[in-house]
């Protein structure tokens, strides 16, 4: 088992030839929720959950409106 440290150090190893090791802001995203779960434990779900959630449905909302067609509803309507 890693420590906080230890596991951001090797987070952070940078592996320019393998381009499926390659950093996105998902996979950056993840490795920061991972790394504090494993300091804080179940502490930081009361805090995160509610945050998360209003962010992923405004996430879908977006995107299920920049599906619609506007110009079509203002020719139906």
Same mark, same amino acid.
């Given at each position: 088992?890693?420590?906080?440290?230890?596991?951001?150090?090797?987070?952070?190893q940078d592996?320019?030839?393998?381009?499926?090791?390659?950093?996105?802001? %998902?996979?950056?995203?993840? /490795?920061?929720?991972?790394? +504090? &779960?494993?300091?804080?434990?179940?502490? @930081?779900?009361p805090v !995160?959950m509610p945050?998360?959630?209003? %962010?992923?449905?405004?996430? /879908?909302?977006?995107?299920? +409106? &920049?599906?619609?067609?506007?110009?079509? @509803?203002?020719?139906? !309507?």
């Open positions: 088992m890693f420590s906080g440290l230890e596991q951001v150090l090797f987070l952070l592996d320019d030839d393998d381009i499926v090791n390659s950093w996105t802001l %998902r996979k950056c995203s993840a /490795a920061g929720l991972d790394i +504090m &779960s494993s300091f804080f434990g179940d502490e @930081m779900l !995160l945050k998360l959630q209003v %962010r992923s449905s405004l996430s /879908a909302m977006i995107y299920a +409106m &920049s599906q619609l067609d506007f110009q079509k @509803m203002d020719a139906i !309507l």
